[in-house]
C-alpha cells in the first residue's frame, strides 16, 4: 500500500498508473466489442462452422497466420478471408482483433478464391 501511495505522489508513478488503466481499458473494450462483430446467421447446431473474416484491408501474411489458429484458411477475395472449419466455442476470440471487422456466416456455392 505503501508503495502504491509513492506511485501516486509522482509524476511518472502517475503515468505508469494511466498507462496500465488505458492498457485494461483496450482490452476490455475489445472483448466487450467481439459479440457485435458476430454476423446472425451462423449454425448454431454445429459444434464446427465455416466463416468469412472481413477486415478494414486487404490481409496479409501476419493476418492469415493468426487466422491458421482458429480454423482451415480456403482463400481470400478482397479484404475477406474464408476460414472453414472454426470451433464455435472460439468464435469470440476469432472476432476480438482490432483488425476484424465483420464475421459471417461463409456462402456454400464453389466460391473460388
Known sequence: MNMLREAIRSTRGRIILAALAAICA???????????????????????????????????????????????ISGTKGNSVQLRGVNRAVLQALARPFWVKQVEPLATGGEGS
Open 26 to 72: 483496450w482490452q476490455v473494450w475489445l472483448s466487450l466489442a467481439a459479440p457485435g462483430k458476430i454476423a446472425p446467421g451462423i449454425d448454431s447446431e454445429k459444434r464446427r462452422v465455416d466463416v468469412l473474416v472481413t477486415l478494414p484491408f486487404p490481409p496479409e501474411r501476419f493476418h492469415i497466420q493468426k487466422f491458421q489458429k482458429f480454423g482451415r
